[in-house]
């Protein structure tokens, strides 16, 4: 048995709480997961895990042994790249997780070149609107924008994105061109709720003529509401209401004419971009030059 082999596939268990997801999750199968962390016990001479059909859970053993187990790791993890002179000498398999639309407008056309500098390294890239669990599901590091909650990660922030108003072409057509904040009582806008069902996120706007404080309207009618962003960007380009995205987002939207920026006095606050990631000691070399290539490339952005 390869013990650190066995210690790696452990942790992954234990973080997501299945043999099935792990084994899925390390291209391995279901029946070779089992085996490992078997061996693992038998080894150690304990329980690890309590197995039910419905469910994997630490024992206190398991707990105890998991701690030290993910802190060993990430000290190999490290060591295996703690002296490399290259940025080819680095490798290994990245986990990441950001909006839609950054990975789409963003990230992704740039990747080619990081993986060009970087070929050792393995990319699995999540662009998903659902708050992933950045532990449970086995992240290295996850793309987040808004304001954070206290999540107990480690958040390194990349600045922040300006907002914009914008209907299109379609809508002017119909409500017409909102060209003061007074008109916003005419016009509606395209709502967005992460849980279809919920009370959508307000109109929120800076006055420039009040100051810089941040203010909502939560009047302001909405016939349509989506969960998504591509969704919020897709109903503006079809006439169905004002949305407020960074702008960064609508660029390319907003050179072609698809877009039309309204209210630029009653823009939202700009959003923070941050990336979190786990509380280790040391974190992958992979992870690290990741990171500061997103740093780099967010910097044209802020």
């Known amino acids: 048995m390869n013990k650190l082999e066995a210690m790696q596939i452990f942790r992954r268990v234990a973080e997501l709480s299945s043999f099935t997801r792990a084994a899925d999750s390390l291209g391995l199968p279901k029946a070779s997961v089992s085996t490992s962390v078997q061996q693992l016990e038998n080894m150690l001479g304990t329980r690890l ?37 290259t940025p080819s000498a680095i490798h290994g398999r990245l986990r990441v997780d950001m909006p839609t639309g950054i990975a789409k407008n963003l990230v992704i056309p740039q990747l080619p070149a990081f993986l060009e500098q970087h070929p050792g390294i ?28 206290d999540s107990g990660l480690i958040a390194r922030s990349l600045g922040e994105f300006d907002m914009v108003n914008c209907v299109s072409p379609a809508y002017v057509a119909r409500y017409g061109m ?14 967005y709720a992460t849980t279809l069902g919920a009370r959508p996120y307000p109109f929120e706007y800076l006055d420039d003529e009040a100051g810089a ?90």
Not at 134 to 145: H, K
Request: hydrophobic share 40%.
């Open 49 to 85: 895990l309590h197995r039910t059909t419905r469910k994997v859970q630490l024992t206190q053993d398991g707990i105890t042994f998991y701690e030290r187990c993910r802190d060993l790791l990430s000290d190999v993890e490290e060591l295996e790249t703690l002296f490399a002179q």
């Open 122 to 149: 393995e990319i699995e890239l999540s662009s998903t609107d659902r708050r992933v669990d950045l532990v449970q599901d086995g992240f290295d590091c996850v793309m987040r924008i808004g304001v954070l909650s």
């Open 178 to 191: 909102p060209a003061h904040f007074d008109d916003l009582d005419a016009h509606v806008m395209v709502g």
């Open 213 to 302: 404080n941040v203010y909502s309207l939560r009047m302001l009618k909405a016939i349509v509401t989506v969960n998504n962003a591509e969704s919020y960007s897709n109903a503006c380009l079809a006439g169905l209401g004002i949305i407020q995205v960074p702008r960064v987002s609508a660029r390319d939207h907003l050179r072609d004419g698809s877009f039309i920026e309204v209210l630029p006095k009653w823009r939202a606050r700009p959003m923070p971009v941050s990336l979190l990631y786990p509380n280790r000691r040391h974190l992958p070399k992979r992870v690290q030059v990741f990171m500061d290539w997103l740093s780099v490339l967010m910097q044209a952005y802020r």
